[in-house]
């Protein structure tokens, strides 16, 4: 009676689990399952940039937080970078996935205004971004875990990089 009892009850857990977890599952919209697939994304990052051809007042410092919002149905991405103590860049991005045309927006904000850019995930490692026809951006993972990020625009119908960022984890971000 006691095994009988002991296998009903391991069975009704598993059978519990099953059911929690598919309803939880099921229960993410498809914004959510594929803001999800960003999580590569996710952290506070600190490392150095560029602009390509090189700029005579030589790299920056970058700092960025990137955090998922609204359940899961945004991303949110703040940047500040640095000469010194002399500000270059200050961006607060948010983005998220258009299930309707099935791409993800980005819109960087800063003093100026927005940029809206339209992309979609490459092998489930890289988000490429486009600007118009023109202008795009990617994010990715290195193999190190590092986060890079470069512009490219096209010229003469070659990719040619204006930036690149290369951004590592870090514990110093408190707050923007």
């Known amino acids: 009676m006691k095994i009988k009892f002991n296998f ?17 599952t099921l229960g993410q919209s498809i914004e959510q399952k594929e803001m999800a697939k960003l999580s590569f994304l996710i952290g506070d990052w600190k490392g150095t940039g560029n602009s390509i051809p090189k700029n005579k007042a030589g790299d ?15 991303l949110v991405l703040k940047l500040r970078s640095f000469r010194g103590d002399t500000p270059v860049l200050s961006l ?19 003093k100026n205004g927005a940029r809206p ?3 979609t995930l490459v092998n489930n490692n890289k988000l490429v ?8 951006l990617t994010f990715q993972r290195t193999p190190e875990g590092a ?7 096209l010229v003469d119908g070659k990719w040619i990089k204006n930036f690149e960022d290369l951004h590592f984890p870090t514990s110093e971000i408190t707050s923007f």
């Open 92 to 110: 607060h991005t948010i983005m998220y996935y258009n299930k309707e045309d099935g791409h993800y927006h980005y819109r960087a904000y800063t």
């Open 8 to 24: 009903f009850l391991r069975s009704f857990s598993i059978i519990a689990i099953l059911f929690f977890t598919s309803q939880i």
């Open 117 to 119: 850019f339209k992309g």
């Open 129 to 136: 971004l486009k600007l118009g026809e023109n202008y795009r």
């Open 60 to 74: 920056y410092t970058a700092l960025t937080k990137v955090r998922y919002d609204l359940d899961g149905e945004l």
């Open 147 to 153: 986060f890079n990020e470069f512009g490219e625009k």
